[in-house]
């Protein structure tokens, strides 16, 4: 069945539909978009996306995703080095500095642990958390995990590991919806989650 169009724009069709919060009709509406304003939009973000593709990185310290490593957090001096955030994702990290309310450092885990999906301990990120913990000689780590199944179970596990370096554990607290993912909160919500964080 004919599409209308050639097959590289249905290919670029596709790959946006794959994008988290895209499918295939707002991808056709994006594509015509861009076909239509390529030189002030198309030509940009296809640099850009190559310039992403060819110097984005993993810091080495946290996880973060960034152009430098170790990244820009980590680099910068201003930060509290006393506190660290653990989260599940750079979506995660992203969400909360954004809201510019945390001055401290992060670590993000990669994911949760899930038996389902056959996602173990050493999947994660938690040795080298414990590790950083000992190095840094943190005093607090805050587990920002989201109020899933799996981010609790993985919160109570990381608070056991974390247990014999003497670290203050403490969570966001619970007035995050059960079930919703940091990434999707207002700034608000993540505010007052932060400031009523408790130990575990």
Known sequence: MSTGHA????????????L???????????VLHLIK????????????LATVRDRVRTCSVCGNADTVD?????????????????VEDVADLWALDRSDLFTGR????????????????????????VERVRREGVDEVILALNATVDGQTTAHYVTERLASTGVRVTALAHGLPVGGELDYLDDGTLAAALQARKSL
Do not use: M
């Open 7 to 18: 097959p590289d724009i249905d290919r670029l069709i596709q790959l946006l539909g794959k």
């Open 20 to 30: 988290p919060g895209l499918g295939p009709r707002s991808a056709r509406r994006a």
């Open 37 to 48: 304003k390529r030189d002030p939009l198309l030509v940009p973000l296809a640099e850009a």
């Open 70 to 86: 170790p990244c820009s957090l980590c680099a910068d001096p201003r930060r509290a080095t006393g506190t660290l955030c653990v």
């Open 106 to 129: 992060y670590h993000v885990l990669g994911g949760t642990l899930s038996a389902l999906d056959g996602i173990g301990p050493d999947d994660l990120s938690i040795a080298p958390l």
